[in-house]
């Protein structure tokens, strides 16, 4: 039975205490994302404070976009899903205030990342490739933390608080948010709530696409802070995303609910043994539900409706231990457990018979123990050393069900067709571990790193148990049982280059994977048994290298410009034929003007022309859509400073109105054909916030 208690409640008083604020953050075009006094102290991880970001975003997918060597898929408006160094969904570990967050939606419109409300968020660290065995099992592009920090209370202090409003003209979008929180030395409760409406966006010709959404988000957190360096913290927060449009879908989501319970405790000082000790216990709860009828004019033949939910429980237990010689160990256990179900219903005049389980019932649980060390080798070296085991174990419940509709088939009988086997328990043992060294130069301000790692990472619900039957074949999409577990072997390399003039960073990376999971169409291929270009599942071998730089030039106290440039490249080795859906060469170009109390800007971003595709369903996946042209597009922006406490920001985005879409599309799981999004036109934002 579903708890439906504290969403309730947060969501009265979320009503209560943002009703009068509409509001006015677009969701729908590519953010603009500023960082005030950060220092590129590693290429590979970038801490973000949200405080001093500039702009606006639908959801946290959004926003990543503007970070170095992340990309992002667009379906719609909502539920930007990202992509790090050309590598997307499971294999990026992406942490919400510390719980994971597992989607709804099997075509994945609402990714983690959807479940964000950027206003309620004081922080997002980005770690590309793998940095840390602490986050959880595989993680081999990467691993995003959203967080929330509540600093404690000063003797005196009562309340402190933010409220803001946003407007984008292009989709017509309004936004608000409140965070008010009240407390003394010894605790404090906190209240976020934020609200925003969107509209249809409109491309640089003027044609609407389909990208609105409403949605409303509410966290209460409750924190007991004794001392200084212990925090024991209760989370409740409920998200509701309302009548979801996607262009790049044959399905809108009329509802994407979830609702997260989250305990955590901290204490950063001596506990016997142990120098620090952190305990966290979360519980996510997506009831999502997808339909081609009830947001459109209908023009399918069937009606057709998927409920679904996605329950995650877990948690993670860790101590520090700094030994006298100096080196600081990390040791820990996590645990996580998700179950999934997703049933498809179809009908003439109503979608009430049952045809399908895209997701029968699906648990997958992964326990794991990691165990970190630092070294401070010398005052010039740092060695930095991770080892993890993760045990994964995963069936299917319904697996050998027959749904009531004509003609219908099991999900057993899917796999049977396709891969001859049926939905086994499976259990995988993985092990994981990374090495990294660092070097300060003693001569010139320049640090180097090296690192190596091994990361792995079992297949999801979808990719193994994925089972939804159509009479035409090529609109079958089959996970597969017998999937092997994916090993991502990584190397880089980078440096960080810093004086009164410069800021630079660049890393490169090589990353050799067996048997990667590869999303394709059934021709026939070994471990394939029919050639019909249904969707299917299979091991290959792969390849992906890259680069990624960033450079900040401070001309004078004033005038400063920034460059950054990113590139992936991924070769199926197996079928010797490109990966799909990797982005181009990606760039931006900005220059900065900052007084006292305004600054202003200007900047060129942009991607080169993605020649390398695997676009022909009948030898390949047909993934990508086409060759995409390339593109480049102007943003203006600016802030000022009203008084102490306030602050105005405004923009235009796409200046010059360019038509472009991004490289990566989503994929269209119930049509065979790919759709490519064209991107927001020219919009003009203002952004107001006030701190008291």
């Given at each position: 039975?579903?708890?439906?208690?504290?969403?309730?409640?947060?969501?009265?008083?979320?009503?209560?205490g943002?009703?009068?604020?509409?509001?006015?953050?677009?969701?729908?075009?590519?953010?603009?994302?500023?960082?005030?006094?950060?220092?590129?102290?590693?290429?590979?991880?970038?801490?973000?404070?949200?405080?001093?970001?500039?702009?606006?975003?639908?959801?946290?997918?959004?926003?990543?976009?503007?970070?170095?060597?992340?990309?992002?898929?667009?379906?719609?408006?909502?539920?930007?899903?990202?992509?790090?160094?050309?590598?997307?969904?499971?294999?990026?570990?992406?942490?919400?205030?510390?719980?994971?967050?597992?989607?709804?939606?099997?075509?994945?419109?609402?990714?983690?990342?959807?479940?964000?409300?950027?206003?309620?968020?004081?922080?997002v660290?980005?770690?590309?490739?793998?940095?840390?065995?602490?986050?959880?099992?595989?993680?081999?592009?990467?691993?995003?933390?959203?967080?929330?920090?509540?600093?404690?209370?000063?003797?005196?202090?009562?309340?402190?608080?933010?409220?803001?409003?946003?407007?984008?003209?292009?989709?017509?979008?309004?936004?608000?948010?409140?965070?008010?929180?009240?407390?003394?030395?010894?605790?404090?409760?906190?209240?976020?709530?934020?609200?925003?409406?969107?509209?249809d966006?409109?491309?640089?010709?003027?044609?609407?696409?389909?990208?609105?959404f409403?949605?409303?988000?509410?966290?209460?957190?409750?924190?007991?802070?004794?001392?200084?360096?212990?925090?024991?913290?209760?989370?409740?927060?409920?998200?509701?995303?309302?009548?979801?449009l996607?262009?790049?879908?044959?399905?809108?989501?009329?509802?994407?609910?979830?609702?997260?319970?989250?305990v955590?405790f901290?204490?950063?000082?001596?506990?016997?043994?142990f120098?620090?000790?952190?305990?966290?216990?979360?519980?996510?709860?997506?009831?999502?539900?997808?339909?081609?009828?009830?947001?459109?004019?209908?023009?399918?033949?069937?009606?057709?409706?998927v409920?679904?939910?996605?329950?995650?429980?877990?948690?993670?237990?860790?101590?520090?231990?700094?030994?006298?010689?100096?080196?600081?160990?990390?040791?820990?256990?996590?645990?996580?457990?998700?179950?999934?179900?997703?049933?498809?219903?179809?009908?003439?005049?109503?979608?009430?018979?049952?045809?399908?389980?895209?997701?029968?019932?699906?648990?997958?649980?992964?326990?794991?123990?990691?165990?970190?060390?630092?070294?401070?080798?010398?005052?010039?070296?740092?060695?930095?050393?991770?080892?993890?085991?993760?045990?994964?174990?995963?069936?299917?419940?319904?697996?050998?069900?027959?749904?009531?509709?004509?003609g219908?088939?099991?999900?057993?009988?899917?796999?049977?067709?396709?891969?001859?086997?049926?939905?086994?328990?499976?259990?995988d043992?993985?092990?994981?571990?990374?090495?990294?060294?660092?070097?300060?130069?003693?001569?010139?301000?320049?640090?180097?790193?090296?690192?190596?790692?091994?990361?792995?990472?079992?297949?999801?619900?979808?990719?193994?148990?994925?089972?939804s039957?159509?009479?035409?074949?090529?609109?079958?999409?089959?996970?597969?049982?017998?999937?092997?577990?994916?090993?991502?072997?990584?190397f880089?390399?980078?440096?960080?280059?810093?004086?009164?003039?410069?800021?630079?960073?660049?890393?490169?990376?090589?990353?050799?994977?067996?048997?990667?999971?590869?999303?394709?169409?059934?021709?026939?291929?070994?471990?394939?048994?029919?050639?019909?270009?249904?969707?299917?599942?299979?091991?290959?071998?792969?390849?992906?290298?890259?680069?990624?730089?960033?450079?900040?030039?401070?001309?004078?106290?004033?005038?400063?410009?920034?460059?950054?440039?990113?590139?992936?490249?991924?070769?199926?080795?197996?079928?010797?034929?490109?990966?799909?859906?990797?982005?181009?060469?990606?760039?931006?170009?900005?220059?900065?003007?900052?007084?006292?109390?305004?600054?202003?800007?200007?900047?060129?971003?942009?991607?080169?022309?993605?020649?390398?595709?695997?676009?022909?369903?009948?030898?390949?996946?047909?993934?990508?859509?086409?060759?995409t042209?390339?593109?480049?597009?102007?943003?203006l922006?600016?802030?000022?400073?009203?008084?102490?406490?306030?602050?105005?920001?405004?923009?235009?985005?796409?200046?010059?109105?360019?038509?472009?879409?991004?490289?990566?599309?989503?994929?269209?799981?119930?049509?065979?054909?790919?759709?490519?999004?064209?991107?927001?036109?020219?919009?003009l934002?203002?952004?107001?916030?006030?701190?008291?």
């Open positions: 039975m579903r708890n439906t208690h504290y969403p309730t409640l947060l969501l009265s008083l979320f009503s209560i943002i009703a009068p604020v509409t509001a006015a953050a677009d969701a729908t075009t590519l953010p603009e994302l500023l960082v005030e006094d950060t220092l590129l102290v590693d290429p590979a991880q970038r801490d973000f404070s949200l405080a001093k970001s500039a702009g606006v975003a639908a959801d946290g997918g959004a926003w990543l976009r503007n970070v170095t060597g992340v990309s992002g898929v667009r379906m719609g408006g909502h539920g930007i899903d990202p992509v790090i160094r050309g590598l997307a969904q499971t294999r990026i570990n992406i942490l919400l205030d510390g719980a994971y967050v597992h989607g709804g939606c099997p075509n994945r419109m609402d990714p983690p990342s959807a479940y964000t409300d950027l206003d309620s968020y004081d922080t660290t980005v770690l590309k490739g793998v940095q840390s065995v602490q986050y959880g099992a595989g993680g081999g592009a990467g691993t995003v933390l959203f967080a929330r920090e509540t600093s404690r209370f000063a003797a005196g202090e009562a309340l402190r608080g933010k409220a803001g409003l946003q407007f984008q003209s292009n989709p017509n979008t309004r936004s608000g948010f409140a965070d008010l929180a009240a407390g003394a030395p010894q605790g404090y409760a906190r209240l976020i709530a934020s609200r925003k409406q969107a509209d966006y409109r491309d640089g010709d003027g044609v609407d696409v389909r990208s609105g409403s949605s409303k988000d509410a966290n209460l957190l409750l924190g007991v802070t004794p001392d200084a360096h212990t925090r024991l913290e209760l989370g409740l927060e409920a998200n509701r995303t309302d009548d979801a996607y262009a790049g879908a044959g399905m809108d989501a009329p509802q994407s609910d979830n609702d997260t319970v989250r955590k901290k204490r950063d000082t001596a506990v016997g043994p120098s620090a000790v952190n305990a966290e216990l979360y519980r996510s709860d997506v009831t999502h539900v997808m339909d081609n009828y009830s947001l459109r004019p209908q023009t399918a033949p069937m009606k057709m409706r409920p679904s939910t996605s329950l995650t429980t877990g948690g993670r237990f860790g101590v520090d231990i700094a030994a006298a010689n100096g080196w600081l160990w990390t040791l820990g256990v996590d645990r996580q457990a998700n179950n999934r179900e997703a049933l498809r219903y179809s009908g003439m005049m109503t979608a009430s018979t049952l045809d399908a389980l895209l997701w029968p019932d699906v648990d997958i649980e992964q326990t794991g123990v990691f165990g970190e060390l630092l070294v401070d080798l010398d005052a010039h070296n740092r060695f930095k050393g991770g080892l993890r085991y993760d045990r994964v174990v995963s069936d299917a419940g319904r697996a050998a069900e027959v749904p009531p509709a004509a219908a088939i099991s999900p057993d009988a899917l796999y049977t067709l396709y891969y001859g086997t049926t939905a086994q328990d499976r259990t043992g993985n092990f994981g571990g990374l090495l990294r060294l660092e070097h300060d130069f003693a001569a010139v301000p320049m640090t180097v790193y090296t690192g190596l790692s091994r990361s792995v990472r079992s297949a999801d619900a979808t990719e193994r148990f994925m089972a039957n159509a009479m035409s074949p090529s609109q079958r999409w089959v996970g597969n049982p017998t999937l092997a577990p994916e090993i991502h072997h990584q880089d390399v980078g440096l960080d280059w810093r004086t009164e003039a410069w800021e630079a960073g660049g890393d490169l990376y090589y990353n050799h994977v067996s048997d990667f999971i590869l999303r394709d169409l059934a021709h026939g291929q070994p471990g394939i048994l029919r050639s019909d270009n249904a969707t299917v599942y299979r091991n290959v071998d792969a390849v992906l290298y890259g680069l990624e730089l960033e450079a900040t030039r401070h001309w004078t106290r004033r005038w400063q410009s920034r460059a950054t440039l990113a590139y992936v490249h991924a070769q199926n080795t197996t079928d010797s034929r490109a990966i799909a859906q990797i982005p181009p060469l990606e760039f931006s170009l900005a220059l900065d003007y900052r007084q006292d109390s305004w600054s202003g800007g200007a900047k060129l971003r942009g991607a080169a022309r993605q020649t390398r595709v695997d676009s022909d369903p009948v030898t390949g996946s047909g993934l990508d859509v086409r060759q042209p390339g593109f480049a597009v102007l943003d922006y600016g802030k000022t400073r009203l008084g102490k406490r306030a602050e105005l920001q405004l923009g235009i985005d796409n200046v010059f109105a360019r038509t472009y879409a991004e490289h990566l599309n989503k994929a269209n799981a119930f049509d065979v054909t790919q759709v490519q999004v064209n991107e927001p036109g020219r919009s934002w203002i952004k107001g916030e006030v701190k008291f």
